[in-house]
């Protein structure tokens, strides 16, 4: 009879699951590892009073702390911002605004737009405003003036027309802002440096053309509405071609009146037009 509570506790520890040899570690006691030891896991195998050492947990190491002193940051790109600042939020719904209406105002974007019936209309009223269009034009007047004053105000005009192109090329080429529709720019696009959409160029150079032609022609009151109402066509045309956003386009208003203001502060007399024409035609004698 004294066999039995043997036999019964035999049979208990066999149905024991931590008395396994897969669960031995379970009934070991609690071990911490030094985090140098981390990084050697992959090593040969060192002896183990070595690889591990058993630590006291009221004093942890100084990795530990260290750990959970600086926890891990996150890059600027993965952070949200939860109480961005009003600034952040009016510029957002700003920006937001601009594209929703200019995408809107794009009606002559593709053929199969709304209004695509009359994208060749609008395309040409574009083509009045383009860089070549006027810098080739003014050559071409420059060319047949016969009057010193003439001359003097068409050389101008084409400095004027000049520095615009270079000025909205540059800035085009800092900000490299994309169009509302993201067309590819055309070859006379190219030509002009005219590929982004931030100013943009039609929109400057009709409203610096307009300034400089009702501030150097003596016109009629109908001819001088004719003139404004062509420049704001013009930066208009861009934004139903989707082009350019409304904020390209009264940006680039506004950098037109400014080159004109520039043009006007250095502006050429008339032996210094006749001095850049006879260099102009080969035909310049600083000897003589």
């Avoid at 600042?85 to 605004?97: T, V």
């Avoid at 800035?171 to 994309?178: A, E, F, M, N, T």
């Avoid at 993201?182 to 006379?188: D, H, I, K, N, V």
């Amino acid at each position: 009879m004294p066999a039995i509570p043997s036999s019964r506790s035999r049979t208990r520890d066999r149905n024991n699951v931590l008395s396994r040899p897969e669960f031995m570690s379970l009934n070991q006691p609690l071990r911490c590892v030094n985090s140098e030891t981390r990084g050697t896991a992959r090593r040969p195998a060192q002896p183990k009073h070595q690889a591990s050492q058993p630590c006291d947990p009221q004093e942890p190491t100084d990795s530990a702390n260290k750990e959970r002193k600086e926890p891990a940051k996150l890059p600027d790109e993965d952070c949200i911002q939860l109480n961005p600042s009003f600034k952040g939020i009016a510029m957002s719904s700003l920006l937001a605004i601009d594209i929703c209406l200019s995408k809107r105002l794009g009606v002559c974007a593709y053929t199969s737009s709304s209004w695509g019936s009359v994208r060749s209309m609008i395309t040409l009223l574009e083509l009045t405003g383009h860089g070549i269009t006027w810098i080739f034009g003014t050559i071409i007047c420059l060319t047949r003036s016969n009057t010193l004053a003439g001359q003097e105000v068409l050389v101008n005009l084409l400095l004027a027309l000049l520095l615009d192109i270079m000025t909205v090329a540059g800035v085009q080429k800092l900000i490299k802002r994309k169009g509302p529709w993201e067309m590819t720019p055309g070859f006379l696009d190219y030509c002009a440096m005219d590929v982004y959409s931030f100013p943009a160029a039609h929109a400057s150079r009709a409203a610096m053309v307009s300034k400089f032609l009702l501030s150097h022609l003596v016109l009629a009151v109908p001819l001088r509405i004719l003139l404004v109402l062509w420049a704001f066509l013009v930066g208009m045309s861009r934004v139903l071609l989707g082009k350019h956003h409304l904020t390209d386009m009264a940006c680039g208003f506004a950098l037109g009146l400014l080159h004109f203001s520039l043009v006007e502060t250095v502006w050429l007399s008339s032996s210094a037009c006749q001095t850049l024409i006879s260099i102009g035609t080969l035909s310049w004698s600083p000897f003589y």
